[in-house]
């Protein structure tokens, strides 16, 4: 990311989605993502990289 609007961005889509609650923090370049099981990791990386960007798991 390049600016915390592209944070804010990222963050403004992944809100849009029923259930989804995220916050994007532009320093670190990390999300917090909380979301109904019914909504997959599949389905909020495809909505992050919409916006452009590239989603990176977490170790599991």
């Known amino acids: 990311m390049t600016c915390a609007s592209c944070a804010a ?5 992944l809100n849009k989605i029923d259930g989804v609650d995220a916050s994007v923090n532009y320093a670190t370049e990390l ?3 909380t979301a109904p099981l019914a909504i997959s990791l599949e389905d909020l990386t495809r909505e992050v990289e919409a916006t452009g960007y590239q989603v ?4 599991p």
């Open 9 to 13: 961005r990222v963050e403004r889509r």
């Open 31 to 33: 999300a917090r993502v």
């Open 56 to 59: 990176i798991p977490p170790p």
